[in-house]
Structures are given as C-alpha cells and as structure tokens.
C-alpha cells in the first residue's frame, strides 16, 4: 500500500516545478530531500515540503519505516489559473495569467513490525489507604485571650 501527499494551488507555473520534481523522480526518500537542499530553485522548497509531508503520513499514519521510503510517483498538474490585465500603451490592457501548479507525490516502502498487545491485567481493588483530613480542624480560629 502507498502513502500519498497533496499540495494544491502552489503559486509557481506548472513548468518549472517539473523541473524540479524529475530531479528525485525515483529515488528514496532521504536521497530526494538531500538533492533539493542544494537545488537552488525556489520550486524546490514547495516540492521538498511535500516529499517531507509523505514521509510523515507514511511513519505517524500508516507504521512505515522512513529509511526505507521511495518515491514511487510524483506529478505535478496545472491547478487554476488567475486572469489579470496590466495597463499599457494607449489606454490597452494586456492580460496575463498567474499561474499554480498541484504536486502529487506517492511514497512505499517497507512496514515496522507491529508490537504485540499485552494482555489486560487482573483490576485490582481499591485499597489505598486515604486519609481525609477534616475541614473543620484547618480553619479554627485561634482562641482569644481574655
């Protein structure tokens, strides 16, 4: 079974996150996180946080073993586009797009022994021994003298 993780509507343009992400298509997961520390794109800090995000789900969610994930799949699709104009000569507009891009990425690796349930305990009675102090002896005024 493989562990995913999303990221949508990340602000960079679909084509220059691809670029990144075909960097570590394929490799493990500690191997891809070093290649984008030193990867000196800016795409590279979105595609690495969802590399880590994977590697979270996969250990916390799902009981995988971290040093043994790899990067079975990872994709990035268009997401939705942002239409703007930009004021130009003689009173015309020029419009642009402001694009964002969704990454995919899908990890699998190898499951963590799953450790044995103990069985419950016989319940034990309740026999501790408390003492309650009375209420009455703590607030006593001092006597006065007469």
């Given amino acids: 079974m493989s562990v995913h993780a999303i990221a949508k509507g990340v602000k960079q343009s679909p084509r220059k996150v691809a670029v990144v992400a075909s960097l570590v298509r394929g490799r493990s997961v500690d191997e891809a996180l070093t290649i984008l520390e030193h990867t000196p794109r800016r795409s590279a800090i979105a595609v690495k946080k969802v590399i880590q995000s994977a590697r979270a789900n996969a250990d916390y969610n799902h009981?995988?073993?971290?040093?043994?994930?790899?990067?079975?799949?990872?994709?990035?699709?268009?997401?939705?586009?942002?239409?703007?104009?930009?004021?130009?000569?003689?009173?015309?507009?020029?419009?642009?797009?402001?694009?964002?891009s969704h990454i995919k990425v899908v990890v699998d690796g190898e499951k963590r022994q799953a450790k044995p349930t103990p069985s419950k305990p016989a319940a034990k009675a309740n026999t501790s021994s408390v003492k309650i102090k009375d209420a009455d002896t703590k607030n006593k005024p001092a006597k006065e003298k007469s």
């Fill in 63 to 100: 009981g995988y073993k971290p040093a043994s994930l790899r990067i079975i799949e990872i994709s990035v699709t268009p997401g939705p586009r942002l239409k703007r104009y930009r004021a130009a000569w003689r009173g015309t507009a020029q419009p642009y797009e402001k694009k964002s």
